[in-house]
C-alpha cells in the first residue's frame, strides 16, 4: 500500500512539473484570425471572383496598352506571394499551430516548390507573353530561394520563368531599383501585386496607416490601370502598419493593439 501510495505522489509531481514546463499557450486573436484568412482564400468563392476580376481587367489594360507605340519591347512586372502563387497552406498551418512567421519555416516550404497559382494569374501571365509581353518576377524572397521560386513557376508552364527575369531581393526589401532596371530596356506595361510597395516607391520606408491611406488617395487613378492589385487579408505591409513595424511584439501585445483600433459598436 505504501508502495502504491509512493507511487501516485511521484505520478502527480511528474504531471505537475510536466503541465509547469510545457504550457499550452492559448491562441492570440491575432493567430486565430489567420485561421479565417486562410480558409477564405482557400474556400470561399468571393475570393476567387475578386482574383479573376482583378486579373480580367489586367487583360482589357494590356489590350488597351499594346495598341500604342513604343520603341522598347513590353514588359509586365509582377510579384509573386499572394500575387502569383498562393501560400495559404504555410499560412493556415502556423495558424492552427498558433505559430509566428519564422524564415527558416518559411524556406523550408517555398523550397517544396508545391504552392496553386492565384486564380486567374497563370491564364493571364500566358496570355500576355502570347501578345509578346515579356514577364518579370520581382520579388522579396532571398537569394537562396531562388531554385525553389523557379521550380515553382515552371511546374505550371509559366513564361520568362528562368533567373533572368527572376529579381530577388538583394540589400533591401524595396523594388524601386529593380523596377528601374527593367525600365532601362522594357516599357512597363502593368504592375501586378498584393502589396501597396510593389507598385510604387511612396510606399517604402515604412509609412504609418494615415500616410498609407493618403498615398492611396492620391494614387487611386492608377489603381485598375496601371497597377492591379490582388487580395490578401493574410499578411503584408498592412498587417506591419497597424503594429507601427514592430516585429518584436507578443501575441498578447498584439492582441492589445488590435482591440483599440477595431471599430466595435458603441454601448
Known amino acids: 500500500m505504501k508502495k502504491y501510495i509512493l507511487l501516485l505522489i511521484i505520478n502527480v509531481c511528474l504531471l505537475s512539473a510536466q503541465a509547469q514546463t510545457d504550457p499550452k499557450t492559448p491562441a492570440s486573436i491575432a493567430n486565430n484570425g489567420k485561421v479565417w484568412t486562410s480558409i477564405f ?36 512586372i509582377t510579384d509573386i506571394d499572394e500575387t502569383l502563387l498562393d501560400n495559404s497552406p504555410y499560412d493556415a498551418q502556423r495558424a492552427i499551430n498558433n505559430q509566428e512567421f519564422s524564415p ?20 493571364f501571365f500566358k496570355y500576355a507573353a502570347s501578345k509578346g ?39 533591401t526589401s524595396s523594388k524601386e531599383t ?20 510593389d507598385f510604387d516607391l511612396l510606399y517604402d520606408n515604412h509609412p504609418d496607416e494615415a500616410n498609407r491611406a493618403a ?25 506591419n502598419a497597424i503594429f507601427n513595424y514592430n516585429n518584436k511584439l507578443t501575441n498578447a501585445q498584439k492582441d492589445s493593439i488590435i482591440k483599440a483600433k477595431l471599430k466595435t459598436v458603441p454601448r
Request: with cysteine; hydrophobic share 35%; proline share 4%.
Open 41 to 76: 482564400q482557400q474556400r470561399a468563392a468571393e475570393y476567387k471572383a475578386l482574383c479573376f476580376q482583378a486579373y480580367n481587367i489586367a487583360r482589357l489594360r494590356l489590350d488597351m496598352a499594346i495598341k500604342k507605340h513604343h520603341t522598347k519591347p513590353y514588359a509586365v
Open 104 to 123: 527558416n519555416s518559411w524556406k523550408e516550404w517555398t523550397a517544396k516548390a508545391i504552392c496553386d497559382t492565384v486564380p486567374g494569374a497563370a491564364s
Open 133 to 171: 509581353v515579356t514577364i518579370f518576377y520581382i520579388t522579396n524572397r532571398d537569394e537562396d530561394e531562388r531554385p525553389g521560386t523557379i521550380k515553382n513557376l515552371q511546374l505550371y508552364n509559366l513564361p520568362n520563368a528562368d533567373d533572368a527575369h527572376l529579381l530577388l531581393r538583394s540589400k
Open 178 to 197: 529593380r523596377r528601374l532596371d527593367v525600365l532601362k530596356s522594357h516599357q512597363i506595361l502593368l504592375l501586378c501585386g498584393d502589396n501597396l510597395p
Open 215 to 239: 498615398i492611396t488617395e492620391k494614387l487611386k487613378k492608377e489603381f485598375g490601370n496601371r497597377y492591379i492589385i490582388l487580395p490578401n487579408v493574410s499578411y503584408d505591409d498592412w498587417e
